[in-house]
Structure formats: C-alpha cells, structure tokens
C-alpha cells in the first residue's frame, strides 16, 4: 500500500527551516568551500514571485554556456531567485541574486546566478495538489534534482550534484500565472568512500 504525505503550507515551512538549520549547523569538515571563487557548498536559494515567459530569442545571451536547454525557444518561464545561506554572494536587482528558468510540467530546469549557470533534471517528488473551484490548484511538496551539467564557478563542485526542493506553485486562473515560493538547497556530488 502506497503512503499519501499530505503537505500543507505550516509543513513547507517547517521543512525550509530545517532544511536552513541543516545549512547553517554543518560541520567545517563537512562543509566545502571554494575560497577564491567565494562559494560556498551546500547553498540555498529561493525561487520567489510571478513566472513570466521568455519570448523566442529573448533568452540570455550565449544561452549562459549551457547545451542541454535552449533558454531562447519560447517555451521558458523565468522567476527571481534571492540567496538565503551560502553559495552566491553576488545580489543583483532588488535583492535578488539570478534567474530560474522552467519548463512548468517538463523534467529539466535552469539556474542562472553569479559566476555560473546549472541545469538539473528532477528524478522524484512528494506532492500533494489541490484543485480550485475556479480552475486555480496550488501544488505542494518536495522535489528531488540531479544537475547534469554547470558552468563558471560551479562547473567543477555541481556536476553530478544534486538538488533538494520544498516548494509552493500556484496556478491563478483568473490571472492566468505561476506563482512560485521553494527554497532549493544545492549540494555537490556525493563521493562514494
């Protein structure tokens, strides 16, 4: 018998505090660092606001290094994304530190942030969805990521990482947007011993 997690906004939170907690209570030994890049391994982000789209050919230039995307082809949304521990040091606008870029519904996203973009395929979820009268549903849940491919700063810690959701979508059918709230926590490859 298959269980059912039932996830509500209270639970999101708390998975995103301990989530930071874990982040913020590493061990020096266990927490990697890339002193002259200024980056620091694991790292957390959060996706926060309204997705809107990418037009053909509006994607960034040199499609930020990347080969498996095409951030150009009219099928992207993109969303701020804001530092919340390690990893990025660099803000930009009003705070936030890059870009995420999706497909919504489709298997492989993109990070834009200082130094370096990533893009990672999701390989597992718990989620729970709930449907609307007025056609709106509000998805929530965790997200399991593996990156498979980084450039900048990131390409020698990320390739082969992973990536660890706790994430809020909503639909509003009245406005006819996404409107995300996840925290991603970003961690290198694991080493067998």
Same mark, same amino acid.
């Given at each position: 018998?298959?269980?059912?997690?039932?996830?509500?906004?209270?639970?999101?939170?708390?998975?995103?505090?301990?989530?930071?907690?874990?982040?913020?209570?590493?061990?020096?030994?266990?927490?990697?660092?890339?002193?002259?890049?200024?980056?620091?391994?694991?790292?957390?982000?959060?996706?926060?606001?309204?997705? %809107?789209?990418? /037009? @053909?050919? #509006? *994607? =960034?230039? $040199?499609?930020?290094?990347?080969?498996?995307?095409?951030?150009?082809?009219?099928?992207?949304?993109?969303? %701020?994304?804001? /530092? @919340?521990? #390690? *990893? =990025?040091? $660099?803000?930009?606008?009003?705070?936030?530190?890059?870009?995420?870029?999706?497909?919504?519904?489709?298997?492989?996203?993109?990070?834009?942030?200082?130094?370096?973009?990533?893009?990672?395929?999701?390989?597992?979820?718990?989620?729970?969805?709930?449907?609307?009268?007025?056609?709106?549903?509000?998805?929530?849940?965790?997200?399991?990521?593996?990156?498979?491919?980084?450039?900048?700063?990131?390409?020698?810690?990320?390739?082969?990482?992973?990536?660890?959701?706790?994430?809020?979508?909503?639909?509003?059918?009245?406005?006819?947007?996404?409107?995300?709230?996840?925290?991603?926590?970003?961690?290198?490859?694991?080493?067998?011993?």
């Amino acid at each position: 018998m298959k269980t059912i997690k039932k996830f509500t906004f209270v639970t999101m939170v708390a998975l995103a505090a301990m989530l930071l907690l874990q982040t913020s209570i590493t061990q020096a030994g266990d927490r990697d660092s890339d002193d002259d890049q200024g980056i620091d391994i694991p790292f957390a982000v959060l996706l926060d606001g309204i997705f %809107k789209p990418v /037009p @053909v050919g #509006g *994607g =960034p230039k $040199d499609n930020l290094g990347l080969t498996q995307v095409d951030l150009s082809d009219g099928t992207w949304s993109k969303v %701020k994304m804001y /530092p @919340v521990s #390690g *990893g =990025p040091g $660099d803000e930009g606008e009003n705070g936030a530190a890059g870009t995420f870029y999706a497909r919504i519904g489709r298997g492989i996203v993109a990070y834009d942030l200082p130094r370096g973009a990533f893009t990672a395929t999701f390989t597992g979820a718990d989620v729970e969805r709930r449907n609307d009268p007025d056609g709106s549903w509000t998805q929530e849940g965790t997200f399991r990521l593996v990156i498979v491919e980084a450039t900048g700063v990131y390409q020698q810690p990320l390739a082969g990482g992973h990536i660890h959701m706790v994430d809020v979508l909503k639909w509003r059918a009245g406005e006819q947007n996404f409107l995300e709230y996840c925290f991603c926590h970003v961690h290198r490859k694991l080493v067998q011993p």
